[in-house]
């Protein structure tokens, strides 16, 4: 089992029309899809390939994709939503004229699943809209849809049944979570902040302690003191940003399984100088870490990775640590 390559194709940000106006996700991510692709022309890249929208179902409602494609279209849907979906909907709509895009992110991952099951790669790093957070049901924060969900499932059918997702992206995976809840094939390893920046409670913290197969590591900003934390609603067991890549790194180093597959949702925001400040705090060395410890946990346990592209919005930092991250990862696949 040898070999790396990306999948940073173009395609990955198509999009029928310009976004919304006022939403700059779509650019961002683009700009940084460019960066990263220019800085690792000297690696091997999977070739394009567009999967069905259809494929999404195996994550996501059938009515929730029905809905997205006629909206997509400039229709309503045909079903008039409850009040909650409507304004999940409507906070979808800036998002939506990247819908093809989330095919042809689709199509990377499943190209990456087929040569990492077949030996001929070892590890593969795909670009991806965000999408940890979206819901089976609708849109959350910047993700509409949950590619790596539907790709982990797709790996499942190709054969992988104990599979470790790791997410250090800075916000909650309430998506994914809700997705795989009680799946057994399926472990999370968490890290994210406690306490969203929009001032809301993140129920998270509060609700961590039911699946077995979870291991959650929230982490609390440090302007919130330890005596108003309960008043918030955060447990104890949060964590402090010093504290908290070592307590990845620990998670990772007493996991009670075996994985054929490492899944990353490999976030960059949580760096100081994106959205981590006052909360993770992290640097790059902190990512260099984090990515060295998943290859030894790889290779101890004789699995590959993929890594797909998560969060981060700043397009210098996000495109540095990624590209960091992508040729630890090479280094490691080729030796
Ligand atoms: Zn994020």
Redesign the pocket.
């Known amino acids: 089992m040898k070999g790396f390559a990306t999948y940073l194709h173009p395609n990955v940000c198509a999009a029928t029309g310009p976004a919304a106006d006022g939403d700059r996700v779509l650019a961002i991510h683009d700009e940084i899809r460019a960066r990263l692709a220019a800085a690792t022309a000297d690696l091997p890249a999977l070739p394009p390939a567009q999967v069905s929208l259809g494929e999404l179902t195996l994550v996501h409602d059938a009515a929730y994709i029905a809905a997205l494609r006629r909206l997509a279209k400039g229709r309503r849907p045909r079903q008039a939503p409850s009040s909650d979906r409507a304004a999940l909907l409507n906070g979808a709509v800036p998002l939506l004229p990247a819908l093809p895009g989330y095919g042809w992110a689709l199509g990377g991952q499943y190209e990456a699943l087929l040569g990492l099951r077949g030996g001929q790669l070892r590890a593969a790093y795909c670009f991806a809209l ?1 999408g940890h957070r979206a819901m089976p049901d609708g849109p959350r924060g910047d993700c509409l849809l949950n590619t790596q969900a539907v790709a982990l499932r797709r790996a499942q059918r190709l054969g992988f049944h104990r599979i470790l997702l790791i997410d250090w ?3 909650r995976d309430d998506g994914t979570r809700r997705i795989f809840a009680g799946d057994p094939d399926i472990w999370r390893i968490g890290l994210y902040t406690a306490w969203e920046p929009d001032g809301a409670p993140n129920d998270a913290a509060t609700t961590l302690h039911g699946d077995a197969r979870a291991i959650e590591l929230p982490v609390l900003d440090e302007r919130i003191s330890d005596s108003d934390r309960p008043g918030l609603g955060l447990p104890a067991n949060c964590l402090r940003g010093p504290q908290s890549a070592e307590a990845l790194v620990a998670a990772l180093s007493r996991l009670p399984l075996q994985p054929d597959l490492i899944a990353l949702y490999a ?1 960059f ?1 949580a760096h100081r100088n994106d ?1 981590g400040r006052h909360v993770t705090d992290w640097v790059d060395d902190d990512f260099d870490w984090l990515t060295r410890a998943v290859c030894i946990l790889a290779e101890y346990s004789g699995c590959p990775i993929l890594s797909v592209h ?2 981060g919005r700043e397009p210098e930092v996000t495109a540095r640590l990624a590209e960091a991250h992508i040729r630890v990862l090479a280094d490691w696949a080729r030796v």
């Open positions: 965000p992206d800075l916000h976030g925001d959205q998560g969060g």
